[in-house]
């Protein structure tokens, strides 16, 4: 089984910075794409980050030149780095992962539990 387990998330205020970790554990053979979505109440979840195994990263408009994403495969962890945050990027994050946990079993995607980030004005 593959746990992602998300942290870093917290009270920050307008223009502040926040560094959100995604550790993933369990058995698996290799982790690729590692991503990082966020979703309000109300809103449908949206993608603001990924990264590939090549290191290969995408951004979301809204986040782009503000967030980084980075990995380390020697600690299985995914990174987001926020910096001039808005109240607007107030939400709930999760890291996302796709995952072969055997050579020869097809890769699978799984969730974290999600980490709160508030902004505040």
């Known amino acids: 089984q593959v746990q992602l387990v998300e942290s870093g998330g917290g009270l920050v205020q307008s223009g502040g910075s926040l560094r959100l970790s995604c550790a993933a554990s369990?058995?698996?053979?290799?982790?690729?794409?590692m991503r990082w979505y966020r979703q309000v109440p109300g809103k449908q979840r949206e993608l603001v980050a990924d990264i590939t195994k090549d290191g290969n990263t995408n951004y979301a408009d809204s986040v782009n030149g503000r967030f980084t994403v980075s990995r380390d495969d020697a600690k299985n962890t995914v990174y987001l780095q926020m910096n001039s945050l808005k109240t607007e990027d107030t939400a709930v994050y999760y890291c996302n992962a796709d995952v072969k946990t055997r050579v020869t079993i097809p890769m699978r995607n799984y969730w974290g539990q999600g980490t709160q980030v508030t902004v505040s004005s």
């Open positions: 369990g058995n698996f053979f290799n982790i690729y794409t």
